[in-house]
C-alpha cells in the first residue's frame, strides 16, 4: 500500500500563485509515476501534471507554461508549482501516484478569486 499526503491548497486571488505538495509513503519502491490531477464540481477528474520517475513530464493545455511540475525521486515527494493562477482553476486538486495500481491523496481544495 502507499499512502499519499497532500498539503499548500487554499485561496488565492486570480494572478497569484500556490504551491502544492504530495508525499508518499509506505511501498513506495513500486511508484514509477507521480502527478496531480483535478476536479471541479459537476466536472470530471482531469490529468493536470504528471512526472515519471526519469522525470519525464507532461502537461494539461489548460496549464502549459503556468504550472511546473518536480519530484524528488528518493523521497517519493511532488510539487506543483502554480502561477498566474485563473478563476477556472478553481478545484479539488489531488495526487496521484502510479506503479501497478494507482493511488490516491484525500484531496485540497483549490479556490482561484477574480
Known amino acids: 500500500q502507499v499512502q499519499l499526503v497532500e498539503s499548500g491548497g487554499g485561496l488565492v486571488q486570480a494572478g497569484g500563485s500556490l504551491r502544492l505538495s504530495c508525499a508518499a509513503s509506505?511501498?513506495?519502491?513500486?511508484?514509477?509515476?507521480m502527478g496531480w490531477y483535478r476536479q471541479a464540481p459537476g466536472t470530471q477528474r482531469e490529468l493536470v501534471a504528471g512526472?515519471?520517475?526519469?522525470?519525464?513530464?507532461n502537461y494539461a493545455e489548460s496549464v502549459k507554461g503556468r504550472f511546473f511540475i518536480s519530484g524528488d525521486n528518493g523521497k517519493k515527494t511532488v510539487y506543483l508549482q502554480m502561477n498566474s493562477l485563473k478563476p477556472e482553476d478553481t478545484a479539488v486538486y489531488y495526487c496521484?501516484?502510479?506503479?501497478?495500481?494507482?493511488?490516491w491523496g484525500q484531496g485540497t481544495q483549490v479556490t482561484v478569486s477574480s
Open positions: 512526472i515519471t520517475s526519469g522525470g519525464i513530464t
Open positions: 496521484n501516484a502510479e506503479g501497478g495500481y494507482a493511488f
Open positions: 509506505g511501498m513506495i519502491f513500486s511508484l514509477n509515476r
